[in-house]
């Protein structure tokens, strides 16, 4: 044990409490739909954002002080690693939370090369491996960290140089045997610099080639070592290059039908990535439940009058709840789960916010979840939707032609009359839940 939490207990569930460290509607062993919240939930904890994350921001440095900060250790080292393991599980615990995610980076020390790298990243699989056999939370997935290190400043799979891209490969497969070994549910690919930042030196369709071959050359591999969970990709719009490939689920969508992994790949959507694309987070959960890949969520929000990915916990519930309610939709998750890519204020230097953090969001989740299920158990939304094209019950026009069609027109003397969509009516009805 570390001393990094001390004097916090385990996070309960008392929806009385008077303190911020208590659950007042996350109860995990509460029935919902059939099933227990937590198994609909699946919350998990985001390595990078709770224990890898200095505090800094674009216009200023470092503000937390943490005890495996290299400047504490003496290095950027495996002892450090280690002690910011400790910490890990011990808040895992205290939380409750059944899994957690994490980078390459965020667990192990950059080494001199891929070599090094390597075996710094089995070492720290199998001593994460330990506490979680030690009856620790599972991994919900993990990802290779190919946009931090300076070679990947013109990406990774989309590199003008081949050397990179083979050295990205190299640590996707090392990352992918460490989910394995580990039990990971999901593997994520997430291209944080695959997009450009001019065309003026850029070759599109080459990149393009490029990220379509990585990508199905990895999917084999995970199948080749029987990883049986879900591989996804994670749309971003931009930040940090002008373009991002991987803009929004329909981009990613016409991505894999283009390179036939349609049926292998599914998408992991963060509500702050759909917020900058343009769109609204249960826009993107709709579209990618309709289009048969949806998988996971990261659960955050931006700063509205920011305008850029801040990263932040969630606090809206009625938000929130249209998320869960499109989520459910979709069938809810099956290798997916709630992981809060999210990070605390640069000001809240604390241990003790860590925790209250989560604590929140959980609750928030938890509302807005509740919420959604009710509405769709009730299926007023669904009843009206289902009302409103229910002229296509039996219809045969989509397997008609435009000349057939006109005649038919012509024939029935069709004027239609325009009929009300009765949106106001449902966002009072939605509000009645929320």
């Known amino acids: 044990m570390t001393d990094f939490f001390a004097g916090l207990a385990p996070v309960r569930f008392d929806p009385d409490a008077a303190d911020d460290l208590s659950f007042r509607h996350y109860d ?90 390597t075996r710094r990243l089995e070492e720290m699989t199998d001593y994460i491996g330990g506490k979680m056999q030690a009856g620790g939370p599972k ?28 050295f990205a490969a190299a640590t996707v497969k090392t990352c992918i045997d460490a989910t394995h070994r580990l039990g990971g549910q999901n593997y994520v690919l997430w291209g944080g610099r695959e997009g450009y930042e001019t065309l003026l030196n850029t070759d599109l369709a080459r990149e393009r080639e490029q990220a379509g071959r990585f990508l199905t050359m990895a ?44 049926g292998e790949v599914k998408v ?33 929000r931006n700063d509205m009058q920011s305008g850029w990915d801040t990263d932040q916990f969630p606090e809206n519930v009625p938000e929130v709840a249209r998320a869960y309610y499109e989520v459910l939709r979709a069938g809810g998750f099956i290798t997916g789960g709630t992981n809060f890519d999210a990070k605390l ?30 509405l769709l158990e009730d299926g007023v939304l669904e009843t009206a939707r289902v009302e409103r094209y229910a002229g296509w019950d039996g219809s045969d026009l989509l397997g ?13 003397g069709l004027n239609p009359a325009p009929r009300s969509g009765r949106q106001e009516r449902l966002e009072n009805v939605w509000n009645r839940y929320v």
């Not at 609750?363 to 959604?372: E, S």
Request: proline share 5%; charged share 25%.
């Open 139 to 166: 991994l919900l997935w993990s990802t290779a960290n190919l946009f931090g290190h300076r070679r990947y400043m013109s990406g990774a799979a989309t590199n003008p140089d081949p050397d990179v891209f083979a």
């Open 219 to 262: 999917v084999d591999y995970a199948r080749k070592i029987g990883f049986d969970g879900t591989i996804l990709i994670e749309p971003k719009p931009q930040e940090p290059t002008k373009h991002q490939y991987d803009y929004d689920v329909a981009t990613v969508y016409g991505f894999l039908k283009d390179f036939g992994l349609e």
């Open 28 to 117: 995990a062993d509460e029935m919902v739909m059939g099933k227990r919240m937590e198994d609909h939930l699946r919350f998990s904890a985001a390595w990078w954002h709770s224990f890898a994350w200095p505090g800094g921001d674009p216009f200023g440095g470092r503000t937390f002080e943490r005890p495996w900060f290299p400047d504490a250790m003496g290095g950027d080292t495996m002892e450090a690693a280690k002690l910011k393991a400790d910490v890990a599980f011990e808040m895992f615990g205290l939380l409750g939370q059944p899994f957690f995610c994490f980078h390459d980076a965020d667990i192990r020390p950059e080494g001199d090369g891929f070599a090094e790298n």
């Open 400 to 412: 008609s032609d435009l000349e057939t069609i006109a005649q038919r027109v012509e024939r029935d």
């Open 268 to 300: 992991n959507i963060e509500q702050g990535h759909a917020i900058l694309a343009g769109h609204s987070f249960e826009h993107e959960l709709a579209l990618a439940g309709a289009l048969g890949i949806f998988g996971s969520i990261d659960m955050n």
């Open 345 to 374: 204020r640069r000001q809240s230097l604390d241990p003790v916010d860590l925790i209250a953090a989560h604590v929140g969001a959980m609750d928030v989740c938890a509302r807005g979840f509740k919420a959604a299920a009710k």
